[in-house]
């Protein structure tokens, strides 16, 4: 089946560096993916979707500046947090659709931890 | 609009008993529905969907849900939990006519005591 790939899995980061989260479509191209924030034992919070070729459309309340992503091909999405926080700790998940009524394939997701 | 509803945070069930994880939505058009699962640490896993056909979907691992137009519900079951189906589940819909976004309900814990 359809694989989608996250890394890292984990990260630890001091406050006010940068962490980039690469979200990869191992054997399909994806033309959209969503970028997801979870917080323990809650839903997920649709952070903006991305797509290939032109601007994330973010979700009302999501600092664009703050969470920079790049959809640069068919089979790559970033998510750069900037200028990290601890309240930017947090687990971040993505997902895509192999065609446009699929079930979506999510990443593994990655725990991002701000000291 | 579009949304979906888990009336319930947690379910507990014994193991071998059955499984009721509800779910109710309401979309503008005909509605696609999934459930996915969420062990801890870890992203979403699809089990089911329903876009259209039989109103009994079969899924992975014995899961099976129903769709009820009348009452707006898709609820998962299962006839027989196990210690292993333990985890965060998460239904969701998107409208067809819609947008193509899906939207979470806010995901219900099942806890199978042995």
């Known amino acids: 089946g359809a694989v989608v790939s996250q890394h890292p899995s984990r990260v630890i980061c001091k406050s006010g560096t940068s962490v980039k989260i690469e979200c990869r479509s191992l054997?399909?191209?994806?033309?959209?993916m969503f970028w997801y924030r979870q917080f323990p034992k809650q839903s997920l919070m649709l952070m903006a979707t991305?797509?290939?070729?032109?601007?994330?459309?973010?979700e009302q309340g999501v600092e664009k500046d703050k969470f920079l992503i790049n959809h640069a091909s068919l089979t790559l999405s970033t998510l750069t947090v900037t200028s990290a926080h601890p309240e930017d700790s947090s687990f971040y998940i993505c997902?895509?659709?192999?065609?446009?009524?699929?079930?979506?394939?999510f990443g593994s997701g990655t725990q991002l931890s701000v000291l | 609009a579009q949304s979906v509803a888990q009336p319930e945070d947690q379910v507990n069930v014994a193991e071998g008993n059955p499984l009721t994880v509800k779910c109710t939505y309401s979309?503008?058009?005909?509605?696609?529905l999934f459930w996915y699962v969420q062990y801890p640490n870890r992203g979403l896993q699809f089990l089911l969907k329903?876009?259209?056909?039989?109103?009994l979907v079969k899924g992975s691992y014995g899961f099976e849900a129903e769709f009820n137009k009348s009452q707006t519900s898709f609820h998962l079951k299962k006839p027989s939990a196990l210690v292993s189906d333990s985890a965060l589940y998460f239904c969701?819909?998107?409208?067809?006519?819609?947008?193509?976004?899906?939207?979470f309900g806010r995901g219900t814990s099942l806890i199978v005591h042995p």
């Open positions: 997902s895509a659709p192999r065609a446009f009524n699929e079930k979506l394939f």
């Open positions: 054997d399909f191209q994806a033309t959209t």
């Open positions: 991305s797509n290939e070729g032109s601007k994330a459309t973010y």
């Open positions: 979309v503008s058009g005909n509605p696609y």
């Open positions: 329903y876009i259209t056909g039989d109103n």
């Open positions: 969701a819909v998107r409208d067809a006519g819609g947008s193509y976004i899906p939207t």
